[in-house]
């Protein structure tokens, strides 16, 4: 089942690994018994280094898969903070402006909280936060796949918009 497993992730080739989602439904699991089975051995690779869990999802040690240039973030930090990095689960208040590729302002926000990678927001800043400690800033250039796509955000945001994000992260509540 291990080398099953393993396969499974590869063809995905996920940057942030396969959820056990993802693994029931190619590896076809459906019984209780497969499901304990499947649990079981996820548990046993991961206890014996084979891979590597992050919440529900695995990854093999060492194996890096590249996002689609689709989905690829252009991150510049232009002041690393200091104490510990943003973390999914974290909530997090920021300081951002944001601005169409040409220059346009379409928004702002002073003190703007959400929490990481629980769906408040666009992928983009989920992804392009993570990694940020308090009183860091960084341009994010998101583009549309990971910001609002084919439809936009009418009337500001028009479809398959590339987004650019001046952000400061003001304060992290970690994950409890």
Request: glycine content about 10%.
């Amino acid at each position: 089942l291990l080398q099953k497993i393993l396969a499974a992730i590869r063809e995905q080739k996920s940057p942030t690994g396969s959820s056990l989602a993802y693994l029931k439904k190619t590896l076809k699991i459906e019984s209780t018994a497969a499901k304990n089975q499947l649990a079981k051995t996820l548990k046993t690779a991961v206890e014996n280094g084979d891979l590597l869990q992050e919440k529900s999802s695995y990854k093999i040690p060492g194996q890096v898969f590249e996002p689609p240039a689709d989905e690829k973030i252009e991150i510049t930090d232009t002041v690393v903070g200091t104490g510990p990095s943003a973390a999914s689960g974290d909530t997090v208040t920021m300081k951002y402006i944001g601005t169409l590729m040409d220059g346009t302002e379409f928004d702002r926000g002073d003190k703007f909280r959400f929490t990481i990678d629980a769906g408040e927001v666009i992928k983009g800043w989920d992804r392009g936060i993570k990694g940020m400690c308090k009183g860091g800033s960084r341009t994010l250039v998101i583009p549309p796949k990971l910001a609002y796509g084919k439809r936009g955000s009418p009337p500001e945001i028009g479809p398959d918009a590339t987004l650019r994000f001046e952000v400061t992260l003001l304060s992290i509540a970690p994950k409890k």
